[in-house]
Structures are given as C-alpha cells and as structure tokens.
C-alpha cells in the first residue's frame, strides 16, 4: 500500500536510506523475500525531488507505523485519503477514497483531531480554523479530543511559493488530508541535545546524526555495537538507547579511564539518560588491534566516526622516531605503567580506513554492518570511485554532508557479504595498496582542516565579501 512520508526538511541525502534501513529492520523474513525487499519510492504531483514529501509503498501499516516511530528525519507517515491543487478538488478526492478504509476511524465512541500544516508558507490560527471547518462533508461520529485522540488526521498544504525564498521549487499548489499512521517522538533529540551532555568532548557527534548512525545499523535489543573510535561515547550512547549492547575502544586512556573525574567520564553519559552501561571501553590502538588470534564475527554493528583531519588528526602507537626507526623500541617499567601515557604518531586516514575495513571484516557477524563517515571532494565528478573497498562488504548506502565549499563527508553504509579469509585478507591488502597509490593526495596527507575552514575564494577574489555575494538564490539547495 502506498503511504505518504513527510520529512523534516534537512540533511535531505538521509532521509530515504534511513527509512530503507529501518524497513529492513521491521520486515518480517516473508516480506523480505518478496517485492517489499525494496521499497517503491514516487513524488507527489508537481514535487521537486527534495520536497518533504514522498510516497512510499510499505506492505502493512504495522511496517510503516515502525518506520515513522522510530525514525529521526519523518515526521509522519499517513494514509492519504484525498489531495488535490485546491479545496474542491481534494473533497471530490476524499468523497471518492473508499468508504470500507474510511468508516472504521469515523464510528461514534471514538476520538479524533484535526491538524492543519503547511510547508513554504505560515497559516494563521484563523485560517486553520476555518479550513477545518470545511470538512463537514466527512461523517466523523465521534468526539474532537485534542490532547490524546484515538485517530489524528492532518491537512497539510504546499504552495506555488515561487522560487526566492530557498526551499524546493513546487510547480502548483497541492494540498494532503489523511490519518496519520506514526510520527516522530519529538522529544528525543532535545532529550539527547549536546549542549546538555554530561561529558564532552571537541570530536563528540551531534545527537541528531548519531541517531541517524545507529538506525543505519539496525542497532536493537540484543545486538552488540562496537565504535573502534569512541572518545565521549556520544554515538554509542544513541545505539544503547535502542536496546543494544554497547563496546567502544580509543588510543587515548584518559579519556576511556579518566575523562573529569569520578562523575563526568564517558560511563556518566550513559548514566545520565539511565541508559545500560557499555559492556567495556578498551584503551586499543586500532593499527594495533587487541583481539586475540582466531577471534572472530563478535560484533554485530559497527559505527564510528574516523578521524580525518578536520576537528582531530588520527593518531596510532609508536611516537614518531619509533615510526621513524630512529630509537628502538622499549618497555615501560613496572612501577610506571599505571599512569604511562604511551606516545603516538600520525596515522593518514587511508591507513586508517583499511585498519577499519580488516576489523570490521574480521568481527562483524555475517549480514552485520559498518557504518562510518568518510571525507570527499566535492569538485570530483566520480567521487564513488574514492570510497574504499573491501571483497567481504557491499556499499548499501550513501549520505553526503556538506563540511565546506570544496569538502563533505558520506556516510557509508556496508554490510558484510562474504566471511573473512586469508585470500580475502590478502586480496583487500592488494586493493588498499593500489587505493592509497591512486588516491587523491589531500586524503594522504589528512590536511583537511585549513581547506574545510578557510574562506570561500569565490567570496574573497574581490577582497570584500560583502560584493562578492550574489543576489539570493533561488534555491538555496539541500543542506539546510
């Protein structure tokens, strides 16, 4: 059955591949097996493609209902019973839905309430008022209860707004009225803002995008999640919120045993939300990864954000006349090592990301994902053939997040198709070599921090950017 999704309008490469990832998982293994393996998606009539509305074909309003309450970017998904471009037209629409999907949500000893909203444009209290007035056509026999109803039907309206005010141009007015099947629990991402955060620190993901992650893994009750790069715990914290078991690991032992103190550490931030507390944190070198020989398929997600350069350089063991071979290597005396902070040296993001890829190869189960943030240039026409590779992984999903003029990042999403071996092992160390030979230079180097946060030169050629703006846009584009 076909469904209308309506989005938040932001980070708008995300919205269809979280719905795809959580309908995955709510589709029972019969659904799975079938069409509804894929989703169907279609724009309403005169929509530009990052308009916030979408239909989209799910087999059951059980399926949707799930999707839309756990979802971080729909707002509601609903059963459209009639649109039209103006008023008349979308009651012949409604008088025209069949009465056997209608009369079950309008018999007396119910409840229900009318919502009007709009998109592009602000309807006074008045107005909505009197839009819901004309619909006395529609034979509603129970009772208005607008604080807890059995059944919530929204009016919701686009206009031809033009073209100047930065949102996605729509051809001609069309105007939604249908019952809402689930929407968004509006009060997690205040509950989880950072600015509340017991613990922080200046790599901690934002709450919204480490719902997004989490989702992207199917993190549930059950399931063990791993973030090889966990600093403050802010993305394990989303996934634990979803029921999963949590394990992180970072080089720096200060901030997995210490962080502030006694009350304000990554443990805290979990205690906070009474979330259950990750089964361990590692001081691990992700170059130099901890497991045991044979260890393997223990992990059944993991997310992370790698460091590429911008907020922080990666690091890995050694220090940089070890790296170097100009000092050998040495051991740490007994009465030294509980408070020894081990030297490091710099670690390029290719290098990096396939440590990540092997780890992920090794220890996630079969079917489990990766899922991981990854720099990009905006000016490549071909930026797929920049993303790594890895025999054991299919690339299910891309998100693309502007950082600035030249650079974004894309969450990658993986999932691991092939069990992990000495040929696979051997046949991704080939890839990474002729990967980090072809590969961009800037990537290499991990010198993004001055290019992401330098001015714009198109702004500062003229030496005043003030004239060198033009006009406003007519769209401004889909990263609002």
């Excluded at 409840?111 to 309807?123: A, H, N, P, R, Y």
């Excluded at 039907?153 to 031809?160: I, P």
């Excluded at 934002?206 to 199917?218: G, H, P, T, W």
Aim: proline share 7%; net charge negative; glycine share 8%.
């Amino acid at each position: 059955m076909w469904y209308l999704c309506m989005f938040f309008h932001r980070l708008l490469d995300y919205r269809k591949a979280e719905v795809e990832s959580l309908a995955e998982l709510f589709l029972d293994d019969k659904d799975k097996q079938d069409k509804w393996s894929s989703l169907q998606w279609k724009l309403p009539l005169h929509h530009h493609p990052d308009s916030p509305f979408h239909y989209v074909s799910l087999p059951s309003e059980d399926v949707a209902r799930s999707i839309a309450n756990r979802s971080i970017l729909v707002k509601g998904i609903y059963e459209i019973w009639g649109e039209g471009s103006s008023y008349e037209e979308l009651e012949e629409s409604i008088r025209s839905y069949p009465d056997e999907r209608k009369l079950p949500y309008l018999e007396s000893g119910t409840t229900f309430k009318i919502t009007v909203d709009s998109f592009g444009k602000v309807i006074s209290f008045q107005d909505q008022n009197d839009r819901i007035k004309g619909f006395t056509y529609i034979p509603f026999k129970g009772q208005v209860n607008l604080k807890n109803p059995d059944h919530k039907f929204w009016v919701m309206e686009t206009d031809d707004y033009g073209s100047s005010n930065g949102l996605p141009p729509v051809e001609g007015r069309r105007i939604f009225f249908g019952r809402e099947v689930g929407g968004a629990d509006r009060s997690l991402l205040p509950t989880y803002q950072l600015k509340s955060r017991n613990y922080l620190g200046p790599t901690a993901m934002d709450a919204e995008m480490a719902f997004l992650m989490a989702n992207q893994a199917l993190a549930t009750p059950g399931k063990l999640v791993y973030d090889p790069f966990v600093g403050t715990g802010s993305i394990l914290v989303a996934a634990a919120h979803f029921g999963a078991m949590t394990m992180g690991a970072d080089i720096d032992i200060r901030v997995v045993r210490d962080g502030r103190g006694p009350d304000c550490n990554v443990w805290s931030n979990f205690k906070q939300y009474g979330l259950p507390i990750p089964v361990g944190l590692l001081r691990a070198d992700n170059n130099l990864p901890p497991w045991r020989p044979g260890l393997k398929e223990v992990f059944d997600a993991i997310i992370c954000d790698p460091p590429y350069g911008v907020r922080a350089g990666g690091r890995k063991s050694g220090g940089r006349k070890l790296l170097k071979g100009t000092v050998d290597p040495y051991t740490v005396p007994d009465d030294k090592r509980t408070d020894h902070i081990p030297s490091t040296g710099a670690y390029s993001l290719v290098e990096c990301v396939h440590d990540l890829l092997d780890l992920a190869a090794r220890m996630l189960i079969m079917g489990g994902r990766l899922v991981f943030f990854y720099p990009v240039l905006r000016e490549d026409d071909n930026v797929e053939n920049h993303f790594p590779e890895h025999p054991c992984f299919k690339l299910i999903a891309t998100s693309e997040q502007i950082l600035s003029s030249r650079y974004s990042r894309v969450l990658l999403t993986m999932v691991k198709i092939s069990p992990y071996t000495e040929e696979i092992a051997e046949a991704a160390r080939i890839k990474h070599i002729d990967f980090r030979e072809n590969h961009l230079k800037w990537l290499e180097d991990g010198n993004l921090h001055s290019a992401v946060f330098s001015p714009d030169p198109q702004l500062t050629a003229t030496g005043d950017s003030k004239l060198g703006k033009e006009p406003k846009p007519k769209y401004r584009g889909k990263y609002v």
